[in-house]
């Protein structure tokens, strides 16, 4: 039987910790889970995969903080489907310390879908517990 409900919600992490500036693009492995019902989120490898066909819901936050006057910072990160991007936040004001950025969308998605948030080359991103940084996504309704 297919899981009627899909929903996760998770961080980058939960100590301080800081990822790029990115020499090319990365997936994004956000370790700290919030939730994830139906277990369809990998905390490994930082990839959702849809359950079943229907329109989904997802969101995503990035934040970086330079740490430094003379360090230059870009937070930004890109959604992708099945690898091809469908959504790119970025704030690259250089005159401050932090940037962050966000998206909500909603998807019509098939079953085996795969989504990830993804680090585009140069960009830069900071977490501790206070969660700055966060992917979630759930399923709307189905459609199969």
Known sequence: MIA????????????????????????????????????????????????????????????????????????????????????IITDRETSDQEDSASSVLALKLNAGDKVVVVLPEGCYLCDDDQHYNTFTGFLLYSSD
């Open 4 to 87: 009627s409900r899909s929903a996760f919600s998770v961080a980058l992490t939960n100590n301080r910790w800081c990822l790029g500036p990115a020499l090319s693009d990365i997936d994004i492995a956000y370790k700290h889970v919030f939730l994830n019902l139906g277990g369809n989120y990998n905390v490994q490898n930082g990839i959702y995969t849809a359950p079943r066909s229907g329109v989904y819901s997802f969101a995503f936050t990035v934040y970086s903080d330079a740490g430094s006057n003379s360090l230059k910072l870009q937070a930004c990160a890109m959604l992708q489907v099945n690898n091809k991007t469908v959504s």
